[in-house]
């Protein structure tokens, strides 16, 4: 990309934002999946997909994951409280 022209500098700074935005959301989704990982206990785990579902829906409806990426992520969490829950 040409550094030169005004449309191109645009882009770049337009660019730069967006990526930092979605860094964010992906960095928070992680956490929220490794906190949801950590979890033991079953009342807990009740208590914490919700929220975690919650925080893939909100990354995906802004784009930041594929909307079958947000499908999977939250269908492992289901199984993974499911497993846990029945155990």
């Known amino acids: 990309m040409s550094?030169?022209?005004?449309?191109?500098?645009?882009?770049?700074r337009q660019s730069i934002k967006r990526n930092q935005r979605n860094?964010?959301?992906k960095s928070r989704v992680r956490t929220v999946l490794k906190d949801f990982e950590a979890i033991t206990e079953t009342d807990k785990i009740r208590e914490a997909l919700p929220k975690a579902?919650?925080?893939?829906?909100?990354?995906?409806?802004?784009?930041?994951?594929?909307?079958?990426?947000a499908a999977r992520l939250k269908s492992r969490l289901a199984h993974k409280a499911a497993g846990e829950t029945a155990a």
């Open 53 to 69: 579902i919650s925080e893939v829906d909100k990354a995906a409806a802004k784009k930041v994951f594929h909307k079958n990426k």
């Open 23 to 25: 860094r964010s959301y």
């Open 3 to 12: 550094k030169r022209r005004a449309a191109d500098k645009k882009h770049l």
